[in-house]
Structures are given as structure tokens and as C-alpha cells.
């Protein structure tokens, strides 16, 4: 029913005058669908780091000259390159959705005289904030705008 | 009324004969209006008086009868045994050291509480120079200010969130949802002059920086505490102050 959690968690600051069992947590507890979505959450952090490694790689490919540069372009048409990014696409969106979700309740309750906006309107400020900047960015880069 | 048979499984162990928990099966006659503490309660009275347990209230206001209930943290007085099929299997809080049966250790737990000084602090010794003092020798303290604090003083100590937490179950030295959800209750008390003292406390190791927001914890408390709101507003909180403290000059700690 149960496996070993960490051996000293919630240990005494002394040991007792009992001897105990060492604590458990339920060998089931990956299985709940709130501990799935939250470690899938945790789990992104990998597809970021793989990012970041990509991004120091195309950099350094800038760096090098217009031929290695267009040699990166090129490499990036491959369909792996493009199912990595659809995966990291959709890991930001499931992480921004989780992120924005959670971000009104950790705000604290007025910062000197000033109080935050209900949590409604965090919350919907938030998606208005990262879709209109996702739209400015699109646009630059595609050189309608700027 | 009718009643339906269940199997009630629960974790054993005595520390005076056994080298490890295991599981002891109970066929129990359960009436639908039962909650899980009534099944445990059957046992003990009429099957097997050695079942070692915690209860008190009985209305989910003292905190004491925690328990995982089929993997999960409750309050075993406040849950329904009709929520669960025809096997429970009930054992001790997860992530706490087993005294005996479904009994925890909780030195554990009222040493990271006392850790962050759970009572009003204050800085000044003359009770008129005191802010918000008033002519009847009390605090005033407006609706709205009560108001900032309330839901995270309404924490009843039953830990589950402790057992919920993943976090506790793998850095011993975390101090956990409750105690900081305390800690950052009296931040947020005008009363209180304590706050960089315990800002302090909370940008230590195994403090708040540890959490990492699985929410579990907001998930499982029975009175709505929220504490991994307290949690995060207090990250948020450490940090500001100790900006303000590369600024401006830090006021005189007020004495325990």
C-alpha cells in the first residue's frame, strides 16, 4: 500500500522515547491525476533545457558565417527539429494555462496602499498579456510591424 | 437501516513486536450515514480493541484524525465511507514517522511550527507608542484588515497537508505548508511587528523557496486554508524585504 518516503522526513528535532516506523508515502501517489499534471508540469523543464541547448547551438551557427548559417536553417526543416518544437510549443502552452491559473492566488494582499485587481481579472489580464506580445513578436518577425 | 459489509484494511504496527507495519483486514458492517472514523471506531469497540487511533471532535475542527484514506489525506470524521467502494484502506498520515498503528510522531511538526514564531511580536516597549493603540488599551483593527489574514488563521493542525505535500516527503528539512502558512498569518497581522524577522526565517534553507507549487496541499485541506497561496505570497514577500533591507536600514528585531 505504501513505500518509503524520505527516512528522516518529519523526523523529531530528538529522537523520541518510542521507536517508529520510518514514514511512508502511498506507492500509488504518481497515479492521482492532480500529481500526473503536476509532475508533466515539472517534467517541461527538460524540453526548456533542450531549448536552451538548441538556441546556444543556432547562435554559435550565426556566428559562424553565413554558410553554416544556412546550413542550421536547413537542418531545421528536418521533421525531428519540427515535432521538438511543436512538443515545446505545447509545453509552454500547458505550463502558461497551469502558470496563469495558479499566479492570482500568490499575489499578496496589497502591496503598501495599493491592492491587486481581483483574481478574475489576473487571471485574464495575464492571457491578454501573453497573446497580444505573442501577436507583437509574430508581427516583427515577420516584418509587418517595426 | 441497512447496513453494507466493507473491508476495512488497515496498517498495523507495534513497536514492540514488529520490524515493520503490515496489514490487517477487517470485515465491518457499515451503516450509509457512516463516516471513516465510525469504522475505525467499530473496530476498535467491537473487533479488535488493540487498534491504536487518534480522534476527538468528531466535526473536523481539532485536526487529530488524519489518516490516508485510500492513498489519499482526510479527515477520516468528515469523510464519507459511501465515497468508497466495498474495500478501504486506511493508514497513518504519509510522509510522518509511524508511532504505533494509525498514530504519527508530531514532535516533527510543533518543531518546524514553533520555527517561525507563531505570535504577534512586538517591537516597542511603551504600550502608548504602540501604533493602533487606542484609549480602552486595545489594538484597533479595521474589518479589512482582519480580513487580509483570516483565512490563513483558520489552519486546525491536522497536517494533512504535510502528508500531501511532495516536497516534505523527500527534503526533511522543509518546513512545510501549515507552518508557513502560520508564519506569513502573522506577516500579514497589523498587530504584528515580526515580519522581517520571519522574512528572514523564510529565505532560509528548507523555507519557502523549497515549495515548488504542486497545489497538493490547497487540494487537501478541510478548512479552505489556501496555504499554498500563504506560501507563495510569502516567496513573494521574503524577497521584497530583502530588497528593502539593501536600501533602507533594518528596524530593531522584537524580542520572543
Known sequence: MAGPAHPEAMAPPKPGRTRTAPPQMPSTWWSSPRIRTYLLFDATGIIYFLVGFLAIKIVGQLGAGPIAWQAQMKALENPIYILFHVVALASVIFVAVRFFRLFPKAQPPAIGPAKPPPGPVIHAGLYVLWIGLTLVVSLALAGVIF | MSTTEKTIVISRFDP???????????????????????????????????VSHRWSCRMAVCGSCGMMVNGEP??????????????????????????RDLVVELDGFMHKFESVKPWIKRVKERAEDMENFNEKGTYSQSAEELGRFKQFSMCINCMLCYAACPV????????????????????????????????EIFRGEGTVFSCSYANECSEVCPKGVDPAAAVNQAKFGAVIDWAKGLVLPRAPHAAD
Do not use: M
Open chain 2, 168 to 199: 516534505v516527503a523527500n527534503e526533511p528539512e522543509f518546513l512545510g505548508p501549515a507552518a508557513i502558512a502560520l508564519g506569513h498569518r502573522y506577516n500579514l497581522d497589523t498587530r504584528d511587528e515580526g515580519t522581517e524577522e520571519r522574512h
Open chain 2, 16 to 50: 514492540d513486536k514488529d520490524e515493520a507495519p503490515y496489514t490487517q483486514e477487517y470485515q465491518v458492517p457499515c451503516d450509509p450515514s457512516w463516516k471513516v472514523l465510525d469504522a475505525v471506531n467499530f473496530i476498535k469497540d467491537e473487533l479488535d480493541a488493540t
Open chain 2, 74 to 99: 482526510k479527515l477520516t470524521c468528515k469523510t464519507a465511507l459511501d465515497e468508497y467502494g466495498d474495500r478501504v484502506e486506511i493508514e497513518p498520515l504519509a510522509n510522518f514517522p509511524v508511532v
